[in-house]
Each structure stands twice: as structure tokens, then as C-alpha cells.
């Protein structure tokens, strides 16, 4: 990659973030974990995105995020997970449902993961995108919409800065209003588990030819 293409990630990732100080609302601190909030123009739902630094390397971090069978350990509220395309390394797509409370029914989505490494600045992005017409509607189920990210930096003595960001309509009939009392709390919860997941539990790990 020449010079100028390097000078323009960077610029991208430094406009990118001074946007988002700007207009993201620190909602809580806790763990080591910073979650913000911001509603969205056009967005009945809150958008959250939640930053912590943990101790691992990139690839165990893609390992996590490959093994789609364990996300109910880590990712909040999530029943089950399922594997539904691969492509390589980059690309996955995969079908998930999320408990709902009482009296409301649980809700589906099918996610699309793009995986793209930034060599020069140590960042690997993953591109979230909900497919909500990937599968046929289940009628058991409240199909979600969304987008999102993760961006994980790679920092010295083994450590990552990890941040998680998703703007997610429920649908169905959950009042926005208590949807936005609790939207930190998938964030939280999310990295929380994820954090204890890389530096206390085992799990395969790999090597990622994408990643050098």
C-alpha cells in the first residue's frame, strides 16, 4: 500500500473518530468498559457503541467471532447461533435469536460479517449488515434490522482496544422509549463476557493469513 493510500486511512479513522467524540453521550463506566449512546436522525431506537482494551491478540479475537456455536457464551440475551455461509476468512453470514422479555416475542436476524485489515495502522474492521430478507419471515419470531461494526486495534504487550457499535430497530411492538432505558446494556454485557472469554477460558485458535 503506497503512502498516500496509508495517509488516507489514517485521515478516515482520525475524521471518524473526532465524529464520533462528538456526538456519542457517555452513558456508563464500568469494568473497564465505556459505553455511549446517540440517537439517530430518522432512528426511533438508540445506537449504542461500547470501547475496552483486552488482553489477546487479533486472531484469537476473529477465532471468537468464527466460532459461531459460542456466541450464546458471550453475546447478551442471545439464545442460539448458526452458521448459514462462509467465504474464506472475510466473510460470514450467520442466523441468530435473542431473547425478548415477557411478553414479547423473541426476535431473529441474520448478520453478514465482512472482516478488512488496515496493516499500517494495526486495525482490523468488521462490517456488520443485517440481512432481514435473507430467510423467510418465521412467524414465531420478530425479524430485526440494523448495521453496525467492530473495530479492534492492536495495541502493544499482547493487548487489543476493543470497540462494538449497532444501530438495531427491535421491530415489533417494544416501545422505543423502554427499548432506549436499557440500551447499554447489550454493550455492556457483550464485551464484558467477550473480555472474560479471551483472557480466562481456552478455545481454538488460529492464525489468519489476511492478518500480517
Not at 75 to 98: C, F, M, P, W
Amino acid at each position: 500500500m503506497g503512502k498516500k493510500t496509508v495517509l488516507l486511512a489514517f485521515f478516515i479513522f482520525q475524521n471518524f473518530f473526532l465524529f464520533s467524540q462528538e456526538t456519542w453521550d457517555l452513558t456508563r463506566v464500568e469494568e473497564g468498559i465505556k459505553v455511549y449512546t446517540k440517537k439517530e436522525e430518522n432512528k426511533k431506537f438508540k445506537s449504542f457503541k461500547a470501547n475496552t482494551v483486552i488482553n489477546g491478540s487479533i486472531h484469537n479475537f476473529i477465532s471468537v467471532l468464527n466460532n459461531i456455536e459460542i456466541f450464546p457464551k458471550w453475546g447478551y440475551n442471545i439464545k442460539s447461533a448458526e452458521l448459514l455461509e462462509r467465504s474464506g476468512d472475510t466473510l460470514q453470514v450467520y442466523y441468530s435469536i435473542a431473547k425478548a422479555p415477557f411478553p414479547y416475542k423473541n426476535r431473529d436476524g441474520i448478520y453478514l460479517n465482512r472482516f478488512r485489515w488496515f496493516s499500517e495502522i494495526k486495525t482490523l474492521m468488521v462490517d456488520i449488515e443485517v440481512l432481514d430478507d435473507y430467510l423467510p419471515i418465521d412467524e414465531k419470531y420478530v425479524r430485526v434490522k440494523g448495521y453496525g461494526y467492530w473495530e479492534i486495534k492492536e495495541l502493544s504487550n499482547n493487548n487489543i482496544n476493543v470497540t462494538f457499535s449497532m444501530q438495531i430497530d427491535p421491530g415489533g411492538s417494544i416501545p422505543s422509549w423502554l427499548a432506549n432505558m436499557f440500551v447499554d446494556d447489550t454493550p455492556f454485557k457483550t464485551l464484558l463476557s467477550l473480555k472474560k472469554l479471551l483472557e480466562c477460558e481456552d478455545f481454538e485458535k488460529h492464525n489468519y493469513k489476511f492478518i500480517d
